[in-house]
């Protein structure tokens, strides 16, 4: 059976590609050191695919047809779609099997994901990704979540669909060491006059509670409240995601960076599984 061997969420600003040195150093190096540090553990792990969990961006769907989840089951994907973005654009190798699984094994687990064989990857995805593995040949599973049109799914159930998602991988026979990646937030806004405003607070109080554990302060907010740090901050669905994942595994923050230049509150967090790994638990 296949396990969860490395458990991490990161946010996806696309200036941390395209706009990198604009970041104060500090700032700059204290987030990509802890982008090292998970790029590393991949390595020491042998991790052989991993599952990223994401949003749309209007980059698959419109409001005529817009999923709140859909998994991308095909032997590849493309990205990354923005020209502008310094990453080469290539056919990135799924894992049709597992990605299949997840999507037989939640469907049974009372979800209702769509699928899709070809999926174009944006920055959401792709600049997390890269920074895992720079040759972009590490098999991957993207899936998208709907955090920007209402109605969106509650962040409860973000979270219950990483509990099924972590059950599916760990029921899946063809590979032993998964990675589950969440992409995303956390405090900022788009399209809005509030653009390139921070709240530092909230982030801050985000990440302790995952450190804690103390997950119910945070599953039954309202999608209002979650907007007082942006209506960016839906993002964080993935993280609830991953969290759900490995439950009851609790986060380590690695970084937090409010790094203005990107407009965004830049954290990176990792769970340890291999402690339940040798355990069983």
Known sequence: MAEIVLAYCASHAPM?????MAAP?????NFFGALEYVKAE???RDVQACVVLSNEHFTNF??????????GVGEKNWGPTEEWLPIDKVWIPGHEGLANHIAEQTLRSGFD???SHLLELDHGIMTVYYELDNDMRLP??????????PPLVPVRRAYEFGKALGDAIRSYTGLERVAVVGAGGL????????????????????L?????GELEQILDMPDEEIELAGNGNHEMRSWLAVAGAVAPIRATKLAYEPVYPWITGMAVAHWETRQQEETGT
């Open 42 to 44: 991949a390595v020491a």
């Open 25 to 29: 150093e500090e700032q700059r190096n």
């Open 208 to 212: 302790e509670r995952l450190e804690r």
């Open 113 to 115: 994901p769509g699928f």
């Open 62 to 71: 419109f409001l005529e047809n817009f999923p709140q989840i859909c998994i």
């Open 16 to 20: 941390m590609s395209s706009a990198r």
């Open 140 to 149: 991957l599973v993207p899936i998208v979540q709907n955090c920007a049109v």
């Open 187 to 206: 405090s900022h806004w788009i399209g809005t006059p509030r653009v390139g405003d921070i709240e530092e607070d909230f982030d801050r109080w985000f």
